[in-house]
């Protein structure tokens, strides 16, 4: 949920669903990226309603640090509602 700050919602179960496309490489070892995400918290797995689902979106860039080892270095800025939210990271799942 890049659009929201890493803690903000928090509780005892978390439920989220995250796509991403990725252009790699755009120029030279730079890439983009889109995302769009979709989550919310809640205390039981019982209480998990649709309506307060949480939605962000948002662009990313990556550099290509070493092609060997598929090493990237992330940024991503996410738009969420009445929220921001800035990453930088080293490494991806995949």
Known sequence: MRGYF???FSDKKYLTCQAEYRFLPVWKRFGITAFADAGQVVSDI???AFKETKFSA???IRYIFDEEENI????DIGVGNNSVGIYLNVMEAF
């Open 6 to 8: 890493e803690v903000r």
């Open 46 to 48: 019982d209480k998990i």
């Open 58 to 60: 948002g662009l990313g």
């Open 72 to 75: 990237n270095v992330r940024l």
